[in-house]
């Protein structure tokens, strides 16, 4: 199969639903040097095991941390993104992670008016679409990644690692089977569970294209 090539019209499609609440070169926004693997971690059971056999086959990637994963990750990572930034803990941990971390990181939200984060993106239609976990490959897709890969994103009845609540999040599945259907799936894997269904698991080759 031929690379397919994160282009302007693919940033362009990702834009129609984010664009930063203050226009700005989303180019400056990666690290350098610029690597085309962006490893978003999300917040299932599952995720510290999806890190590590990513790891096995990765390499040369960003690491992206969803809400309540960036207090616990034990490794270097570039972003911090958070779909729920009206809730304090995740602007609290936003002011922290920029303490500690400086220049080192940028963090993401969902919301114009969220003091704290480096980058507030406004969704176009202003509906919410799926979870934080969503809003970071659409952040990602934004970025100019060429390959986005899930960990810790099933999107089944699994729960959360921090918390024994078991949400079900199958009942939002739809907006990933919507984006599994378009032409911004080529850029997408996922490690585990209902995403990994639909998107397919990440391979040596489909990471070396």
Not at 134 to 151: D, P, R
Not at 156 to 172: I, L, M, T, W
């Amino acid at each position: 199969m031929n690379a397919v090539y994160n282009t302007p019209e693919v940033q362009r499609m990702a834009s129609e639903h984010v664009n930063p609440a203050l226009y700005i070169d989303v180019d400056t926004l990666r690290p350098k040097p610029k690597n085309d693997i962006l490893l978003i971690v999300a917040t299932a059971p599952c995720n510290w095991n999806d890190v590590l056999t990513f790891a096995c086959i990765g390499d040369g990637y960003d690491v992206m941390c969803i809400n309540h994963v960036a207090l616990a990750f034990g490794y270097k990572f570039q972003y911090f993104a958070t779909g729920d930034s009206h809730i304090g803990l995740f602007r609290s941990i936003a002011k922290e992670l920029k303490r500690q971390l400086g220049l080192g990181l940028t963090s993401h939200c969902y919301h114009p008016h969220s003091n704290g984060f480096d980058i507030r993106w406004i969704r176009k239609d202003k509906t919410c679409r799926g979870t934080s976990t969503m809003f970071g490959v659409e952040v990602g897709l934004a970025l100019g990644y060429l390959k986005i890969v899930l960990a810790g994103a099933p999107m089944d009845s699994s729960g959360h690692f921090y918390d024994k609540a078991r949400p079900d999040f199958e009942n939002r599945l739809d907006e990933w089977v919507k984006l599994a259907g378009g032409p911004l799936a080529c850029f997408i894997r996922s490690m585990s569970g209902n995403t990994r269904d639909l998107f397919g698991e990440p391979t040596k080759e489909w990471l070396n294209e």
